[in-house]
């Protein structure tokens, strides 16, 4: 229904991201089938202007359970790991501990925890970054001490990628949807 009210103003997945406060991802998702949750079914009710019931009518409407994942990547020094993410990557630290040790930092959205329970297996953490302009932050990590696996690209999946490793060689996979890509 949602695709069907977008095409019906004329308007491309990006202008109603825009106009709704929704992000990209979240329209195709909802134009591919899933459920919304009810901040975004409102969102978009306000926007096509019409009634909440109307959106979600027939639906097997409830509000969402699932409201977001953060990883926790093993390292093996919170304090060395801390310091990368903000000197070199940009993020604040919101919060280190001693026993156990512990940290986690943030850059908009983004949250990633780490810790030093599983020091044996440093450096096989994988994170996923959703960012808004890929190309932006690939252009910003270009000159800095970085090590980056492979090159940036459009890939098969719908994304627009580059990844790089941390300084325990945990990946890090910064990411942005490609727009109208199938």
Partial sequence: ??????????????????????????????????????????????????????????????VEQFLGTNPILP????????????????????GLWENPPYGVVARGLA????????????????????????DLIYNEFLNKDIEFVGEIGNRDYGNRDFRIKDNNGNTLILSSPLIDVP
């Fill in 1 to 62: 229904m949602i695709k069907k009210l977008r095409l019906s103003e004329g308007w491309t997945q990006e202008q109603l991201a825009h106009l709704s406060g929704l992000s990209i991802r979240t329209i195709q998702r909802l134009e591919r089938g899933h459920n919304g949750g009810l901040e975004t079914m409102k969102c978009l009710a306000a926007t096509f202007d019409r009634k909440l019931s109307e959106l979600t009518a027939g639906n097997q409407y409830t």
């Fill in 111 to 134: 949250i990633i925890e780490f810790g030093e329970g599983r020091k044996q297996s440093s450096g096989s953490g994988i994170c996923n970054i959703f960012v808004s302009n890929v």
């Fill in 75 to 94: 390292v093996k020094n919170v304090k060395d790991t801390a310091l990368f993410y903000k000197d070199v990557l940009g993020f604040d630290v919101e």
